[in-house]
């Protein structure tokens, strides 16, 4: 078994960084929450994570839970701001996982 990363930042459209805003994990396409973790060992399955002040997050899934083929919807949000949706992500890859991505709240 193993666990794969997923992280990245959340900016608004002027390149701030956003702090305190919820990354929500569900199975791709569905509003069927899915269990990742905090740390790369042990813990207790969660569905979402904040992020930190520099505006990073991170979590982790397991191929004990899934395999490679699950794909993950990642719903952003924050008050204030228009909540973003990245649907059919694919975490747990052959050769590595997860690569760092850039991502964007628009402000209301």
Known sequence: MARYIKQGTIRDGLGNVISGATVYVYLGGTTTAASVYTAVSGGTAVNSVETDTDGSFSFYVDTSDYDRDQSFKLV????????????????ILAGGGGAVQQLSLIHI
């Open 76 to 91: 952003i949000s924050k008050t204030g701001y228009t909540s973003q949706t990245w649907d059919y992500e694919y975490i």
